[in-house]
C-alpha cells in the first residue's frame, strides 16, 4: 500500500507544473527582478492584472511584467520556453488614437520600448473578429513579439496564462496602492 501511495505521489508531482520565480540577475545582466509564469487559459487581462497585484515573492509585490526592453523581453522569452499568448502588463488608455496610441506600462514606467509582431498581420491591429483590442500579450502565434487582444480568451490556445514581475516596489501590497487602478478603453 505504502509503495502504491509512494508511486502515486511521484506520478502526481511529476505532472504538475510547479512555478517558481525565476531571477533575472545582474549578474546576466537584468534588473534583479523576479519572474514567474501563471499558466490561466481562462484569465482575461484585467482578471490577470488583479491576480498580479495579489502576489508576492520574498516580500517583494508582483505586476503583470513590464517588458521595457529588447533585453528583458529576450531574457522572458527564452527564459520561460517561448510563453506564447500570455498576458503582460501593457494596457491602452482611454482616448489613445487607435491602433498603436496610449499605451502604458501598469507600472507607469516610460513606454519607449514596442515590439510589436510584423510576421503575420501588422500589430497592433485593434481587431480581433471585429472585437477591440486594448491588452497586451506575447503573440499567440508563437513568435517573441506583441499582439494587442481584447479582455478576454476566446477559445483555447488565444491565452495562455499571464506573467509576474517582481519589482523592488517595496513590500506586498505597495504595487497595487502604488498603481492605482487601470483605465483602459476596453471593459
Ligand atoms: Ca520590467
Ligand atoms: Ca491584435
Partial sequence: MKSI???TTVLLAGSLCIAQPVQW???DGGNGHWYEVVEC???TWLVANEAALEMAYLERGGHLA????AEENNWVWSQFSEP???WIGGYQLEGGAEPGGG???VTGEDWVFENWSSQGQQEPNNSFNGEP???LQFDWNCWPTWNDFPNFPPSPGFVGGYIVEYD???PVGTVSATLGSVKALYR
Fill in 41 to 43: 487559459p481562462e484569465c
Fill in 103 to 105: 499605451w502604458v506600462w
Fill in 133 to 135: 483590442e486594448g491588452y
Fill in 168 to 170: 523592488d516596489f517595496g
Fill in 84 to 86: 506564447c499568448s500570455y
Fill in 66 to 69: 513590464t517588458v521595457t526592453s
Fill in 5 to 7: 501511495l509512494m508511486a
Fill in 25 to 27: 540577475s545582474e549578474a
